[in-house]
């Protein structure tokens, strides 16, 4: 079966520090992969998605970025981190081809002082 | 295009009594729909989903939702509440045979009183 792994659960990081978030996917090949932040009480926003290894698609300009460096593994980053990205970020996947639903990972809650 | 309104950003219920959460989407081809589930501080978890098959679809802990593309409607309903259910719920559409990228609704909190 297929499971989706993400981490660190939780991350306190000052301001202007660098972030990094990690997820994998086990169980599936060749995966389309998104990463979403949800602030608080709002909806899901769309930072990233990814098709493939090396292909990444940025939704919404900020000073985040991502990286596929293998084809199960998709990672959220960032240089100097601001105010306003605290939130959660949730890392999903979803198998090839224009059907099938996403399934996530448990979240990330990232606080910045 | 597509897009998708959840009505009701809050509903409240009494444990025992009906739920109905309201959805509807936009969409210039036939969609895809999703409701899905997230408990505080957890990832989202699919309840169920529509994909051009039958308009009524049953998902998992009692729930179920009807495709009414008439009404361009897809609410998620329950007949009984447990105070387990109390959760944010979220109402995806995506293009099927298009894009790859879901659109999410801003989310129903459900709110479950003894």
């Known amino acids: 079966s297929q499971t989706i792994h993400q981490w660190p659960a939780t991350l306190v990081q000052p301001v202007g520090s660098p972030l990094s978030l990690e997820c994998t996917v086990e169980?599936?090949?060749?995966?389309?992969l998104y990463w979403y932040r949800q602030a608080a009480g709002r909806g899901l926003q769309l930072l990233f998605y990814?098709?493939?290894?090396?292909?990444i698609s940025s939704e919404v300009p900020q000073n985040l970025s991502a990286s596929r460096p293998q084809d199960r593994q998709f990672i959220l980053s960032s240089k100097k981190l601001l105010l306003s990205d605290s939130g959660f970020y949730l890392c999903?996947?979803?198998?090839?081809?224009?059907?099938?639903?996403?399934?996530f990972g448990e979240g990330s809650r990232l606080t910045v002082l | 295009a597509q897009s998708v309104t959840q009505l009701d950003s809050h509903v409240s219920v009494s444990e025992g009594t009906p739920v109905l959460l309201r959805c509807n989407y936009s969409s210039s081809y036939s969609p895809s729909l999703f409701w899905y589930v997230q408990h505080p501080n957890k990832g989202l978890q699919l309840l169920l989903k529509y994909t051009s098959a039958a308009t009524l679809v049953k998902g998992i802990n009692g729930f179920e939702a009807e495709f009414k593309k008439s009404e361009t409607s897809f609410h998620l309903t329950k007949p009984s509440a447990h105070m387990s259910d109390a959760a944010e719920y979220f109402c995806?559409?995506?293009?099927?045979?298009?894009?790859?990228?879901?659109?999410f609704g801003r989310g129903t909190s459900l709110i479950v009183h003894p």
């Open positions: 999903a996947w979803k198998s090839q081809g224009n059907t099938g639903e996403l399934f």
């Open positions: 990814s098709v493939g290894i090396g292909q």
């Open positions: 995806v559409v995506r293009l099927s045979g298009g894009s790859y990228i879901p659109t």
């Open positions: 169980g599936t090949s060749n995966p389309n």
